[in-house]
């Protein structure tokens, strides 16, 4: 019979960040709420294994308030199995949380090892270090149950868990729940081997843009239907903006100010780029545009936009090394060309005593 299930990973309850200023404890306790998205989502459509793939916590042990909170939301669907495998951030020790008494729908993953359910069979890998190498992947049985393997790990290589698609196709499980990558996957597939990353739960920062939740859906040894569930409250977006395309900097906040209104409730970063006729102030930009969102980051990358036909007649070095680069482009086509413009706009930058870009907090 089809075992329902809901994967989850990277939590990492307990974390905390000052990069959103008087709304970071705001945005932590949000994190920690994830859980309860999550268990929610659980009793909703009534899973029989709630899976959750490492960095359940940001540390090996996290405060006695985040633990009970943990527990408390566990023990709130008691009809879910509830399996846990240790990850890098929360790794075990002899005083992690995961050494105490859980509710009897908790399986914490002490060890590699393998839990029978009628219907199928739950492996588990857990870190006991920071760092993990090196490792050996079970191979699954095959005779009708269905094997699920949890383990929070990097198919991109690295210390931390390295997998690779071959080595997750040998095990011959139907489904691998995999937790490290803070972004959903995709459904994909290793041969016949179903794997995926869940991502975070609640985005972490604005390297995690875009939508967040859990995979949910059924497993059987005949194979896995699964699919992405958004959870998260909030999201981090990032709007590039082309500001040489405005006159003058009220157009500019006219047209940033209809781009963000959709995302009020969201964490945005604002980046302007472009050659300008006017030098962007960005700490009047934030003035006037960071409350129509929750938190607003803007960064310059903008550039002043220079009379270069002029620039090349004048007799200095900044004129002759201007006459040498445009003559170059006027020779190159596609990414060359792209590459000289590249190069001309860093040499006048370094000519002006200031960095092509400016990337301000």
């Given at each position: 019979?089809?075992?329902?299930?809901?994967?989850?990973?990277?939590?990492?309850?307990?974390?905390?960040?000052?990069?959103?200023?008087?709304?970071?404890a705001r945005r932590s306790a949000e994190v920690q709420n994830g859980l309860l998205s999550v268990t929610r989502h659980c009793r909703e459509i009534g899973a029989d294994v709630l899976l959750v793939a490492g960095d359940l916590?940001?540390?090996?042990?996290?405060?006695?308030?985040?633990?009970?909170?943990?527990?408390?939301?566990?023990?709130?669907?008691?009809?879910?199995?509830?399996?846990?495998?240790?990850?890098?951030?929360?790794?075990?020790?002899?005083?992690?949380?995961?050494t105490e008494q859980w509710s009897d729908n908790v399986h914490i993953f002490n060890k590699a090892e393998c839990i029978e359910l009628p219907d199928a069979r739950i492996y588990g890998i857990p870190f006991?270090?920071?760092?993990?190498?090196?490792?050996?992947?079970?191979?699954?049985?095959?005779?009708?149950?269905?094997?699920?393997?949890?383990?929070?790990?990097?198919?991109?290589?690295?210390?931390?868990n390295p997998l690779t698609a071959a080595a997750l196709e040998n095990t011959g499980m139907d489904y691998v729940a995999l937790g490290h990558v803070h972004a959903y996957s995709g459904i994909l597939y290793a041969g016949r081997v179903c794997y995926a990353?869940?991502?975070?739960?609640?985005?972490?920062?604005?390297?995690?843009?875009?939508?967040?939740?859990?995979?949910?859906?059924?497993?059987?040894?005949?194979g896995a239907d699964l699919g992405f569930t958004k959870l998260c409250g909030r999201m981090y977006r990032e709007i590039a903006v082309n500001a040489g395309d405005f006159a003058?900097?009220?157009?500019l906040l006219r047209h940033l100010s209809e781009l963000i209104a959709p995302?009020?409730?969201?964490?945005?970063k604002i980046i302007l780029n472009g050659e300008c006729t006017f030098s962007p102030d960005r700490e009047r930009m934030l003035a006037a545009l960071e409350n129509e969102?929750?938190?607003?980051?803007i960064k310059n990358r903008t550039y002043p936009k220079e009379n270069l036909e002029l620039l090349r007649k004048e007799q200095t070095l900044k004129g002759f090394f201007t006459?040498?680069?445009?003559?170059?482009?006027?020779?190159?086509?596609?990414?060359?060309?792209?590459?000289?413009?590249?190069?001309?706009?860093?040499?006048?930058?370094?000519?002006a005593g200031r960095g092509l870009t400016v990337d301000e907090d």
């Open positions: 019979m089809p075992l329902k299930i809901v994967h989850c990973a990277d939590l990492h309850i307990g974390v905390r960040s000052s990069l959103l200023g008087a709304n970071s916590f940001d540390i090996p042990c996290p405060g006695e308030s985040e633990t009970a909170f943990v527990k408390d939301c566990f023990a709130s669907i008691p009809e879910t199995q509830v399996f846990i495998a240790a990850g890098n951030h929360d790794y075990l020790t002899p005083s992690s949380p995961y006991c270090e920071p760092y993990e190498a090196a490792f050996s992947l079970p191979r699954a049985e095959r005779d009708g149950k269905a094997n699920i393997l949890l383990v929070h790990g990097d198919i991109f290589g690295g210390p931390y990353y869940s991502g975070s739960v609640e985005p972490l920062g604005f390297d995690e843009i875009g939508e967040h939740g859990v995979i949910s859906g059924t497993v059987s040894a005949a003058v900097e009220s157009e995302y009020k409730n969201d964490m945005v969102v929750f938190f607003l980051r006459d040498k680069m445009l003559n170059k482009i006027e020779s190159l086509s596609g990414d060359r060309r792209e590459a000289a413009v590249a190069a001309l706009r860093i040499g006048l930058a370094a000519f």
